[in-house]
């Protein structure tokens, strides 16, 4: 194989292993950085063996067997390791004796370890943003610094959550293990919160040359399916029904988001023929179970504004004063300023681009979205749209600067050289006319009464 096939072949395999990779050696040994470091070693190692031997057909398992062989060489290497080696190579052999499909009774009997990760992640005892942080880096394998972009931090901020977040585990010996049933609804709301920051991730990427990473996405999905599963008849049923119909409705639209060329197609442009309505419709399915599940959540609510999106045959028939009520609902239940940025849009929408200047500038004011791209996207688009070019030139300098993805640098160039250029017309004609009405100031020295300073002259 050639050199680009390889890395082809390897990064695909990065996006559909990592987590199963990851995940299998932290149940195995114990230890996070052990298990991340042997991993960025086995795919290292594809790089290079790959381009002679070719690429196995099961990827997956030949990642996870170098990977955990490494880990085996460093746990030989290191004194310390002696206990964690006995385990490691008593469980390789035990998965090499168990029939497939078979799982240890002590995880649960939740047949991934990938499940059984996040609900070590989600642990209570870690702050919100430390579970999320870290399944997305152990589970989705981010770096730090797409994770810190995620959540509108520095990079050395998130490093330090990382870090205490891995030692909190340890050193609180909290288990790898889905909860007993007794425990999965208090442990369940950082599940969902976790899941659909990752689904998020795969469908509006943070960084790189994609603005999708479709792994991610079907990896939200399934995850997100199996936890409906395992919170069956439970006070979370109803938020659960309603993150796996949220993420649906939003993956329906997938194949409508970005064109031939592979750049960005926003939603009032979308070819609506496009979205997968056998999704939709599974996925309003979904909602409709949720009425009878338990009380109104914020998956539901947000299920319900993408809803309203699906249902819309075109985007003028797009119910705005509806999307306004409810994230006016979402905002009461979840405030946030993310949730005020999206309540902006809507009210553009609904009100006048002039109404949604208003809230985007307060939130720009309150510095709570500073380095937040879609903050400064969202006022140039509005001061475009109310024909203040050369304002909405310099927000969407302001958003390139802050962009992650390729696609969406390409989006905003574009816009920002379509604003310029509107901006440049208006000068050349504000020049054109200043040099005509002092043409005509000087006619009327000649023919008639001048005209008073600053009146028009005609």
């Not at 004063?321 to 905002?331: F, K, S, T």
């Amino acid at each position: 194989m050639n050199t680009s096939e390889v890395h082809v072949a390897v990064d695909a395999a990065f996006r559909g292993e990592w987590g199963r990779v990851v995940a299998a050696l932290i149940a195995q040994t114990g230890d996070w950085d052990l298990a991340e470091e042997c991993a960025q070693e086995a795919f290292a190692q594809a790089l290079r063996t790959w381009q002679r031997d070719g690429v196995p057909n099961r990827p997956g398992a030949w990642l996870t067997t170098v990977a955990r062989n490494r880990a085996l060489d460093r746990l030989r290497r290191d004194d310390r390791g002696v206990g964690k080696l006995e385990q490691l190579a008593a469980l390789a052999a035990t998965e090499e004796r168990a029939p497939s499909g078979t799982q240890p009774a002590e995880t649960g009997g939740v047949p991934d370890d990938r499940l059984r990760l996040m609900f070590t992640c989600c642990h209570p005892a870690l702050p919100l943003e430390a579970r999320t942080a870290l399944t997305l880096r152990t589970l989705a394998g981010l770096t730090t610094a797409e994770i810190a972009r995620a959540f509108l931090v520095s990079e050395p901020t998130m490093a330090k959550r990382l870090v205490r977040a891995k030692q909190k585990i340890q050193n609180a010996h909290i288990p790898y293990r889905v909860p007993p049933p007794e425990l999965l609804p208090e442990r369940t709301t950082g599940v969902l919160a976790v899941l659909y920051l990752l689904f998020n991730e795969g469908y509006s990427a943070s960084a790189g040359a994609d603005l999708i990473r479709g792994g991610l996405c079907e990896e939200a999905i399934r995850l997100a399916t199996v936890l409906c599963e395992l919170t069956a008849n439970t006070s979370v049923t109803s938020e659960a029904l309603g993150l796996l119909a949220l993420v649906h409705l939003q993956h329906a639209r997938r194949a409508a988001r970005v064109d031939e060329a592979g750049d960005l197609v926003r939603l009032a442009e979308q070819d609506r023929n496009l979205w997968d309505h056998a999704e939709i419709i599974d996925a309003l399915a979904l909602l409709r179970r949720t009425a009878d599940s338990g009380p109104l959540g914020p998956y539901q609510v947000q299920a319900a504004i993408a809803t309203q999106h699906a249902i819309a045959p075109e985007a003028a028939a797009t119910d705005w004063p509806e999307i306004v009520r409810l994230y006016g609902l979402l905002a009461q239940m979840l405030p946030s300023p993310v949730i005020e940025l999206n309540r902006a849009v809507a009210i553009a929408m609904a009100e006048g681009p002039a109404a949604g200047l208003v809230l985007v500038e307060a939130l720009e004011t309150s510095g709570a979205l500073g380095d937040y791209h879609l903050l400064a996207a969202t006022r140039a688009d509005l001061l475009a749209r109310l024909g203040r070019n050369d304002a909405a030139a310099a927000a969407y300098h302001r958003a390139l600067e802050l962009v992650g993805t390729d696609v969406e640098r390409r989006f905003l160039s574009r816009r920002l050289a379509e604003v310029a250029a509107l901006a440049a017309t208006e000068s050349s004609r504000a020049t054109s006319g200043a040099a005509d009405r002092t043409a005509l100031a000087a006619d009327s020295d000649i023919s008639g009464p001048q005209a008073e300073p600053g009146t028009p002259t005609s």
